[in-house]
């Protein structure tokens, strides 16, 4: 099932304490870095105006005592989207203050697009098993993206689409160790992908992407124990991951994997034009 904007989510605890939230939301900063930022206190505006990533278009938090005039500040932070010409949306996770969501709920925003926030330790989830008649390899970014660009449709050699262009830019400031890997055919075409990201002793996983003429040979789950193994090699000890709540594939993958919910966000969509 697809997420609309119509789905309306509500806020709901965590499985985690503040500290592992925080943790993974610095993470995640690292991860995805937006290319202008400003800060309020713990509060801080991402802003990529023309890129279509809300995450990398919000107002996100991190600290849930930071709630000190938060209508105000919250008029602010909105008035700072128009001028940049970019829909404001707040990214509501368990650090937002509840301050913050009072308005939220007061001012009608929509709550939409549950996200979850998967985690697990980096070891046991066994040796990589390349299914037969594919190659796995390890590649640079530019080499990843071309891959990643193919196996969601496009050909071999052509330019990059807008949407894959962008994501290649936010790509190239993160500013720690990248590992992108690319499983393809023995005759070279590519069928799956996977991006990881070390920082510290976490290992960020994205874009995991099996093109739809491979899926179903296990291609996810070989990257899912390949990317672990070099995460752990790399001083990781913990793996996470977001998914959409809806895409029951993928959590059910996920879930078969040992990755278990430490928390969820949303998007609340400002109600005013």
Known sequence: MVTTEAKRVQPRQP????ETVLKLEQANLNCFPSLMAHHDGSWISRLSPGGSARRNNSLNFYDAQDGDEAESRLDAARARFKRLE????????????TEVDQVLTSQNYARVVETLVLSRSIWGLGDTEVPAGYKLAEVSLGEWISNYAQV??????????ETVQALHDVLSRVTVELIGLVLETEDGVPAAVLLGVVDGDLLGIFSVKTAEAFRRQGLAYALMCEVQSL???RGAETAWLQVVADNTAAVELYDSLGYREAYA????KDAQP
């Open 15 to 18: 499985n985690c304490d503040l």
């Open 86 to 97: 970019t829909p404001f949306h707040v990214r509501w996770t368990p650090l937002v203050p």
């Open 152 to 161: 969601s449709g496009a050909k071999r050699g052509e330019p990059l689409s």
């Open 231 to 233: 995460g752990a090699k």
């Open 265 to 268: 966000y949303h998007y609340c």
